[in-house]
């Protein structure tokens, strides 16, 4: 009975913790979720059994060494198990802390985000000490505070048990064992309760409340890791020839064998044929939304926007770097897990715009003004055709270094630099420049704007230098003599903060894009377009044919389809024209319509359905069997 009871007292106070995280959330966030007719009370009910999995597996340790344990041992198991409980709250009130600036930043509880990153800690230790001190202040104010509080009250917590038989205590243990079983599936159905679980409404934000926030990246973990094999099946299931088959459909791509070393690979006629070898360069921004695009935070884009091909309505991929670089230098589009970027398998012979044009003699180089190493970029870029990454080793006295490595208008400037050089040697280039500027905590060089916000670090201030970085390198590329036989693309890789009530909120996905150079005609493109769209798009103004596997078509082709597909976390949403289909695991497709920005629920379109998961597991598909090149 003491057994219970000491474990039925820690699970309380776990509970305790998770509910005030969660009461807290449903009180910040209550305007968000609290119109939509649906009750939201259930949050705390759904909550419970997140927080009760959670709470059983963090039990199962006491259970065993206070079972098992020869009562001999009762000082040392005592000390154990107080080490152990003082950890395990500490991290819970970390975690329920931390959730809060997450929450903030990224509209949604802790996921894999939270822990992606932990491989470079020179970088995430800068940025939480530029952004987050008050929290982590807090939080380890918090924390320490219950370690001295816990070790005082409980010096002798546990001998009272150990004391007890052995033999009594081992009798105790199949009760509690099941009771815990019970609790971490927390269901009678088939499946053991999961994540989806807390998904019961359509309130993007209740079930961001509803769930748990050490759950959620445990989750976030374990699927990133099985995607290729198990998650990638709780999505739905499909023959693959049929899924290939549904992709090429929409995608206006066919007559393909689907058993070829590349589905998608055909041959695309240059709309503006020319004999000379033309330059690319795709000057790839650090998180610019479209809703930034005004005339006071970005005059510089605004005014090269009547210069060249000008996108209304381009949207990324996802929500993450290494999306947006895979949408515009390969033209794929989001693998369900990690994307490809940092993918074992498409470290080599993945193409890429590099790749395409390595064979023509062009010379391929990456332009960074941080570390190349950072979300495995050197290693993608060099094993699919770069030939050269420049990055932050490679700047001699640079203007400014911030927290990601130096600035904008040192990266411009370097670009320029280089690309003369390349120019005057007769050696054709491509290049991918990938700017830095505007990310947290948006460390940006004194004096060379008029701030937005005067004296706030803050990302419309960081928007607006990124700005003036662009116009910095367009105002000196134009007096060079590169500049008359080089293509320039200027395109977002996703929007700065993707927030939003709706499951997935495309509105969010919104980014801007521009194509110009010498003699490409002044218009506006008001289709819908993809990051891949884009791509092929520079690349038909380069005036070859080409014969490539890029998802997504010139928007002077007639097989240039109304589509896109958006990764959100783990959900997809695919877009044809105004109807969005969205699949999550573990859940029914549901269908929408999307006008005046948000999603509107309209019966099931089960076609649409099944396309967006076939683009789910065709994608998963030419990743897995190395099909895309």
């Not at 002798?156 to 009594?168: D, G, H, R």
Request: with cysteine.
């Amino acid at each position: 009975m003491l057994l219970a009871k000491k474990l039925f007292k820690y699970y309380l106070l776990m509970i305790l913790i998770f509910f005030m995280g969660r009461l807290a959330l449903f009180i910040l966030y209550f305007e968000r979720f609290s119109q939509n007719g649906e009750n939201y009370w259930l949050s705390f009910l759904y909550g419970l059994k997140m927080d009760t999995i959670v709470a059983s597996m963090l039990l199962i340790v006491p259970l065993l060494l206070l079972s098992f344990s020869p009562s001999s041992w009762q000082r040392v198991i005592n000390g154990i198990l107080r080490l152990y409980f003082v950890l395990v709250f500490g991290f819970l009130i970390y975690m329920e802390n931390a959730t809060f600036p997450f929450f903030n930043q990224y509209d949604v509880r802790p996921n894999f985000k939270f822990v992606e990153y932990l491989e470079y800690p020179v970088e995430v230790f800068n940025m939480l000490m530029a952004d987050f001190k008050l929290p982590l202040t807090i939080a380890f104010v918090m924390i320490g505070l219950f370690a001295w509080i816990f070790m005082r009250q409980t010096k002798e917590s546990f001998i009272a048990i150990l004391q007890t038989p052995l033999k009594s205590r081992m009798i105790w243990f199949f009760p509690l064992a099941l009771l815990l079983f019970m609790g971490i599936r927390s269901s009678f159905g088939h499946r053991p309760a999961n994540i989806s679980d807390a998904m019961y409404s359509s309130n993007r934000i209740l079930n961001e409340v509803t769930k748990n926030s050490l759950y959620s990246v445990g989750y976030a973990i374990y699927a990133n890791k099985q995607y290729a094999t198990k998650a990638i099946k709780l999505y739905g299931k499909m023959p693959i020839e049929e899924a290939l088959q549904r992709m090429q459909q929409h995608l206006g791509i066919g007559g393909n064998d689907l058993n070829s070393s590349s589905p998608f690979a055909r041959l695309e006629k240059s709309h503006f044929p020319t004999q000379k070898r033309k330059n690319l360069v795709i000057f790839l921004q650090e998180s610019l939304g479209y809703q930034f695009i005004t005339p006071e935070i970005t005059p510089q884009l605004l005014k090269l926007k009547e210069e060249g091909l000008w996108f209304d309505n381009a949207y990324s991929n996802g929500t993450r770097s290494v999306r947006g670089i895979a949408g515009i230098t390969s033209g794929f589009l989001a693998v369900a897990g990690k994307g490809v970027v940092k993918r074992t398998k498409s470290q080599q012979n993945f193409f890429t715009f590099a790749s395409l044009l390595k064979p023509l003699g062009y010379h391929n180089l990456f332009l960074y003004g941080g570390e190349a190493r950072f979300d495995n970029m050197r290693s993608w870029f060099l094993g699919n055709g770069f030939d050269e990454i420049i990055e932050q080793k490679d700047y001699q006295n640079p203007a400014y270094i911030a927290t990601w490595g130096v600035s904008d208008e040192d990266l411009a400037h370097k670009a320029n630099e280089r690309f003369t050089q390349l120019y005057a040697e007769k050696k054709p280039f491509a290049a991918l420049m990938f700017s830095s500027s505007n990310h947290t905590p948006f460390d940006i060089p004194k004096g060379r704007i008029k701030e937005v916000k005067e004296g706030e670090r803050c990302v419309e201030n960081a928007v607006k230098y990124a700005d003036y970085a662009i116009g910095k390198f367009f105002e000196e590329a134009k007096n060079l003599p590169y500049y008359k036989d080089t293509i320039f693309v200027v395109v977002a890789d996703h929007n700065i903060r993707v927030y939003g009530d709706d499951v997935v909120p495309v509105n969010m996905f919104h980014i801007p894009a521009l194509i110009l150079g010498e003699g490409i005609k002044a218009q506006h493109y008001s289709q819908l377009a993809s990051q891949p769209d884009i791509l092929a798009t520079a690349l038909d103004y380069l005036g070859r044919d080409f014969t490539y596997p890029i998802l997504g078509h010139s928007i002077f082709s007639k097989d240039k389809t109304n589509l896109n597909l958006m990764q959100f976390n783990e959900t997809y949403a695919l877009r044809i024209d105004n109807q969005i289909a969205i699949i999550q695991p573990n859940q029914p497709a549901k269908t929408y319509a999307y006008k005046a920005e948000h999603l509107h629920p309209m019966p099931h379109n089960v076609t649409l359905e099944r396309d967006a998961l076939a683009f789910v597991l065709g994608l998963n598909y030419l990743y897995e069997k190395e099909r895309y090149k």
